[in-house]
């Protein structure tokens, strides 16, 4: 899915003042435990009402102190866990992009611009779908997920989809692949519906024309292959584009 954010989902995305942050809050190890607390307190409650009648109130109430102060202390770990990964939501982007802080600032400003794209693999509109899409600015782009994979627009090299992934047992997959001059990391989504990544992909190529968009290409009569041969195709990058 494509679309254009209206400002009344980009103040949705930006409440907090950072929609890198807003987005870096979509996982981390604070909400399972939380979320396992909170399961503790519910199945303790409703084992003490059913067992109200059998054991009576005291023994109720002592059942449900049992689950409910460990899974409170679960909740409350969890909470402060949480709050702890997203203040460091810069230092994360930065590690993985390589980009500077003051450029995470320009990524916010660009983000509220007219022209911001949002994209995804699905069609969920939700907050949580909002946290987990990708986004293309003016000079920077953001790739779907719970990773902070964000890097300049103009550091792109590939961005495909194939239906001739080679998998670990030699067989072929339906795969979204994408990776940066620098090779440090690739962006590689498993089996994505086609529909939408063919779409993303035309996108990107629209943002950027010097992104290569196929798996398999031939550039002054050596052939290629985008995936398989990446190292190969980030030094062409470079050679054509001049880039260090």
Known sequence: MVLEPDD???????????????????????KGLAAMGGMLMGIGILLSVALFNVIGMEKAVLVAAALLVPGLLLVAAGISMQRKRERGWADAYTKLSGLEERELHQVEEEFRQPGTVLFSFDKGKDSNSLKKMGFITANYIKFPGVKPFLIRLDDLVACFYTKKMLCRDGGYDRGFIAYPVAGEWSFVMD??????SLEIVKLVAKHNPKVITDHFFAYE??????FGGMEEVIELHKRVYGKR
């Not at 089996?191 to 939408?196: I, M």
């Not at 009569?221 to 985008?226: L, N, P, R, S």
């Open 8 to 30: 009344r989902m980009k103040q949705k995305m930006t409440r907090n003042g950072s929609v890198l942050q807003y987005m870096y809050s979509v996982a981390g190890a604070g």
């Open 221 to 226: 009569g050596k052939e290629y292959d985008a």
């Open 191 to 196: 089996s994505p519906p086609e529909k939408a």
